[in-house]
């Protein structure tokens, strides 16, 4: 565990215990690599903190991923599992802004921007996967008419 000290308003002192990935896998129960991509692809709901370009979890993150455990072992989708998440984590981001896990604006900042930047490169990702899929679809299509007009080129020498 890792332990960093939050000033809120300058008067109180607290020490917040945060996780690496390597204790929230064996809390978990999961190989560290498979909570990595839940990780990332859940990363709405698992509260984290950055520190000298290491993250670090929020004790929160444990609740968050034996709940994702649960729904992978009950064969969930990722839309399903979502779904549920945001039924049964929403309030994860309120609790923690109003509880002693307050962030400075700048670390919720950098998270955004992380997140933003997440959402940015994955649509950068699909958007080249629609366009190589419509490329493949207009050559099957032109194969396609061409082998079309082949078989009518040879169905009208065989009338005639």
């Known amino acids: 565990m890792y332990e960093i000290i939050v000033w809120t308003n300058k008067k109180v002192v607290t020490v917040v215990e945060l996780l690496s990935l390597q ?8 190989p560290p690599s498979i909570l990595a991509t839940w990780i990332k692809q859940f990363a709405m709901y698992v509260p984290k903190a950055q520190e000298e370009d290491e993250n670090y979890y929020l004790p929160e993150a444990i609740d968050v991923l034996k709940y994702i455990k649960q729904c ?32 400075e604006d700048k670390e919720t900042i950098r998270c955004m921007m992380q997140t933003i930047g997440l959402t ?3 649509m950068n990702q699909l958007t080249e996967s629609f366009h190589a899929l419509e490329h493949k679809y207009k050559e099957q299509t032109r194969e396609l008419n061409t082998l079309k007009k082949q078989i009518e080129l040879l169905h009208s020498k065989q009338i005639q």
């Open 23 to 30: 204790g929230l896998a064996h809390i978990v129960g999961v």
């Open 72 to 103: 992978k072992q009950a064969q969930y989708s990722f839309t399903e599992i979502e779904n549920l998440l945001l039924s049964e984590f929403t309030s994860i981001e309120n609790k923690s802004a109003s509880t002693v896990y307050q962030t």
């Open 120 to 122: 940015v490169t994955n």
